[in-house]
């Protein structure tokens, strides 16, 4: 074996061994597994510049599926080619499908879904302290001139106000292409919006609980679906619930909290739904099918990143799309805010963990766990 295949299976070690990690410590949704994956690969392993992971943001905003996900898989190529995207990916999914079809098992056989309250009590004050000191790194390299700034703040407000992400997304891009470039060659931006899989092969399916329809169901989902999990329960409902008949709204809102409470991609709503129409065979084959669409498009949009950065028109496209997504950011951990930081207990553990954070540079996966224990002691004595 020479050196340089030996050098590739370090970097697959390293890949899977801080992936399994984040697989079972990052709680809280796309924003604090973003800000947790800029932890380790920026500060921590200077895998990558604070330039290059919001180009990176910015380039996952431009495709449908799981940010987070998508940002692993990113940082996966980045380092090991195509088997290094498989090894962050598989790693980092890995976790949650496990914890996700162990509670499915559960509310399957007994007909309860986890109570997680006084975990995520703890952990959800850290989590932001968390995502505010990623917003804070990310912006100094985002926000470049008064330009990108304004774009921020005003995605911000908007998106506050209940303004779709796509619209503030395109909107933003659009405002500083504009300014930067004039008018020319902005028919060009057609070529950036992705094809999904035709949406009749869906809908035409016969209401049978067979394994290719469910297979079919979320591998359309995970092709066409941009946003957060609240847009995930809109996809599900339309089809599992009003046009499949195969779920309950109640059991697709059990599903949807099981996707959140884990660490990992809240998309493992997919196992859990999965499993309880077709048990392991299900649960595998709509977790791939819902994963596999982020997959493809990073494989195949990763090469093309750095080019955007040579042509002035999709520099600044990218500058508007990492813009707006910060603001975006920012809205999701404002209102994060709002139910993590109920009372002064969650104020001050949130306030610490950005003290520590600061000072101490400590690796954000010991504070999650931190908060964890914090959380679940005090439920112990209250």
Known sequence: M??????????????????????????????????????????????????????????????????????????????????????????????????????????????????????????????????????????????????????????????????????????????????????????????????????????????????????LVFLKTGSVLYGSGYVLLAFLKADLVARLGWLTDQQLLDAIAVGQITPGPVFTTATFVGYLLGKMPGALLATVGIFLPAFVLVGITNPLIPRLRESLWTSALLDGVNAAALGLMASVTWQLGKSALVDPFTLGLALLAAVVLFRYQINSAWLVLGGAVVGLGRSLFI
């Open 2 to 215: 020479n050196s340089n295949t030996d050098h590739r299976w370090t970097r697959i070690r390293e890949l899977a061994g801080l992936f399994l990690k984040l697989g079972f410590t990052a709680f809280g949704g796309p924003a604090a597994h973003i800000a947790m994956l800029r932890q380790e690969v920026v500060e921590k392993r200077h895998w990558l510049d604070d330039e290059h992971f919001m180009d990176l943001i910015g380039a996952t905003n431009l495709i449908p599926g799981p940010n987070s996900t998508e940002m692993v898989l990113h940082v996966g190529y980045l380092r090991a080619g195509m088997l290094g995207l498989l090894t962050a990916g598989l790693c980092f999914i890995g976790p949650a499908f496990s914890l996700v079809l162990f509670f499915a098992w559960m509310y399957q056989r007994f007909g309860t879904s986890p109570q997680a309250d006084s975990l995520l009590y703890g952990i959800k004050p850290v989590i932001i302290a968390v995502i505010l000191m990623a917003l804070w790194g990310l912006g100094k390299k985002a926000i470049k001139d008064p330009l990108t700034g304004a774009v921020g703040a005003g995605v911000f407000v908007l998106s506050l106000l209940g303004v779709h992400e796509l619209i503030l997304l395109a909107v933003g891009a659009l405002i500083v292409v504009l300014i930067r470039t004039g008018k020319q060659l902005l028919d060009k931006l057609l070529l950036l919006i992705p094809a999904g899989i035709p949406l009749q092969l869906i809908n035409t399916a016969e209401p049978s609980a067979s394994l290719l329809v469910l297979f």
